[in-house]
């Protein structure tokens, strides 16, 4: 089945304790991204990656790294959390190139991960 | 800039027809799509449109507009399953390589 998975679906930490939170998609896409979402704000994105070892900062990238080491994983790093990045977050991936139709376009979305961090 | 612009809430009755509109201003423009969102759940493609007119899907419409920068979804015979956010994206770039732009969604409930 054609899917992104994100791996822990739900996770409580405390302030400066370092996580990751995976992502893998199995359509060999090249283009990831992270996401996040809080109320009021919509979504908005952290990190993206145009290919293998190719990332660029999206519209809220602070507080964040991220790595591209192989096509299928994207996974999102928080060095040292803090209680503002309690959020949910979402991995999406899409085929790369020229812009086409739907099938060059369509992001598809992991379930998403729920983080507080206290 | 980049300004997406779609109301925040709407309520629309079962079996009804409703429409979500969209605004955009962006510094290009290569193609719009609208997502749905169930709550606690990662939103789900529903429409692309890149050149003006009435795209159709089922239940599903989508319009757009790039001279007025305007783009609707239209759903017809709302369901109750149809309560949800619609978020409405924008691709600014023409390389299909740039991410897209989302607006704040709109939340659509559907009552009996």
């Known amino acids: 089945e054609a899917q992104v998975t994100q791996n822990p679906r739900y996770l409580i930490t405390v302030t400066g304790k370092k996580l990751t939170v995976t992502c893998s998609q199995n359509m060999n896409h090249e283009y990831m991204s992270w996401y996040r979402q809080d109320p009021g704000l919509g979504l908005r994105q952290i990190y993206y990656?145009?290919?293998?070892?190719?990332?660029d900062k999206g519209d809220v990238p602070e507080g964040y790294k991220v790595s591209r080491k192989e096509k299928r994983n994207f996974p999102l790093i928080l060095e040292s959390p803090s209680p503002n990045q309690t959020s949910l977050y979402f991995c999406a991936s899409s085929l790369s190139g020229l812009a086409g139709g739907p099938g060059y376009n369509e992001q598809f979305f992991g379930p998403g991960t729920r983080l507080t961090v206290l | 800039g980049q300004n997406i612009d779609q109301p925040t809430e709407m309520t629309a009755t079962e079996g009804a027809i409703v429409q979500i509109n969209c605004t955009y201003q962006?510094?290009?423009?290569?193609?719009l799509f609208w997502y749905q969102q169930h709550a606690g759940e990662a939103p789900t493609f529903l429409s692309y449109n890149v050149l003006d007119g009435l795209e159709e899907k089922g239940r599903f419409s989508s319009f757009l507009s790039r001279s007025k920068g305007y783009s609707y979804l239209l759903l017809k015979e709302l369901q109750m399953k149809d309560s949800a956010s619609y978020l409405c994206a924008v691709r600014e770039d023409g390389s299909g390589n740039t991410p897209l732009v989302f607006g704040k969604g709109t939340r659509l409930s559907v009552i009996a």
């Open positions: 990656s145009m290919n293998v070892e190719v990332t």
């Open positions: 962006t510094s290009g423009f290569n193609g």
